[in-house]
């Protein structure tokens, strides 16, 4: 059986109220939309919160899932909308992060194998960032990340195809550098 088929399964378990399958897709999602969340924000504290209040959102509205092969995409575009919506209640000072809140990578080992890459990634447009992120370190489809953010998966290809332009680049420039 497929990964996709086993976590297609798990869904379906979900739905029907088994807690064990909801826990599995838990262990098995947490680490990779907490990195997101903080690619988003750059804020650990304001990540983790903006994944959790998604994972409330999913338990809850996890039983109207039509089609469970989507949960993949569901789950990082709740995180993604969480993200917005927390930042601008940051923004327009209805919420505010603790000055005392030590910012830091939720996986050090993560960030150090790819910091190069990352810190080039950065650089980017914020929604070209985003399906960068999604199409290759999550390994997302490009119809899944279209439905993550929201528009059509053209303009995710055309999304990807600059960000890698810029990239290669950004690239060319950091290897000239070194001459």
Same mark, same amino acid.
């Given at each position: 059986?497929?990964?996709?088929?086993?976590?297609?399964?798990?869904?379906?378990?979900?739905?029907?109220?088994?807690?064990?399958?909801?826990?599995?897709?838990?262990?098995?999602?947490?680490?990779?939309?907490?990195?997101?969340?903080?690619?988003?924000?750059?804020?650990? /504290?304001?990540?983790?919160?903006?994944?959790? #209040?998604?994972? @409330?959102?999913?338990?809850? *509205?996890?039983? $109207?899932?039509?089609?469970?092969?989507?949960?993949?995409?569901?789950?990082?575009?709740?995180?993604?909308?969480?993200?917005?919506?927390?930042?601008?209640?940051?923004?327009?000072?209805?919420?505010?992060?603790?000055?005392?809140?030590?910012?830091?990578?939720?996986?050090?080992?993560?960030?150090?194998?790819?910091?190069?890459?990352?810190?080039?990634?950065?650089?980017?447009?914020?929604?070209?960032?985003? /399906?960068?992120?999604?199409?290759?370190?999550? #390994?997302?489809? @490009?119809?899944?990340?279209? *439905?993550?953010? $929201?528009?059509?998966?053209?303009?995710?290809?055309?999304?990807?195809?600059?960000?890698?332009?810029?990239?290669?680049?950004?690239?060319?420039?950091?290897?000239?550098?070194?001459?």
């Amino acid at each position: 059986m497929s990964d996709r088929s086993q976590e297609e399964l798990l869904v379906l378990k979900a739905q029907a109220g088994n807690r064990r399958a909801f826990d599995t897709l838990y262990r098995s999602y947490q680490p990779s939309l907490v990195k997101f969340a903080y690619r988003l924000t750059n804020n650990l /504290a304001v990540a983790e919160d903006a994944v959790q #209040e998604a994972w @409330v959102t999913i338990a809850r *509205t996890i039983k $109207d899932f039509e089609n469970p092969s989507h949960f993949r995409a569901r789950i990082f575009k709740a995180v993604r909308w969480r993200v917005i919506d927390n930042l601008k209640k940051i923004r327009s000072g209805h919420q505010s992060i603790d000055e005392t809140v030590e910012v830091a990578a939720p996986d050090q080992g993560f960030w150090a194998t790819q910091g190069q890459i990352i810190a080039l990634i950065s650089k980017l447009p914020t929604e070209e960032q985003q /399906a960068i992120y999604l199409f290759y370190l999550e #390994e997302l489809k @490009v119809d899944e990340i279209a *439905t993550v953010m $929201d528009v059509p998966a053209g303009t995710i290809k055309s999304r990807l195809n600059r960000a890698r332009g810029r990239l290669r680049t950004l690239l060319e420039g950091e290897e000239n550098g070194f001459d």
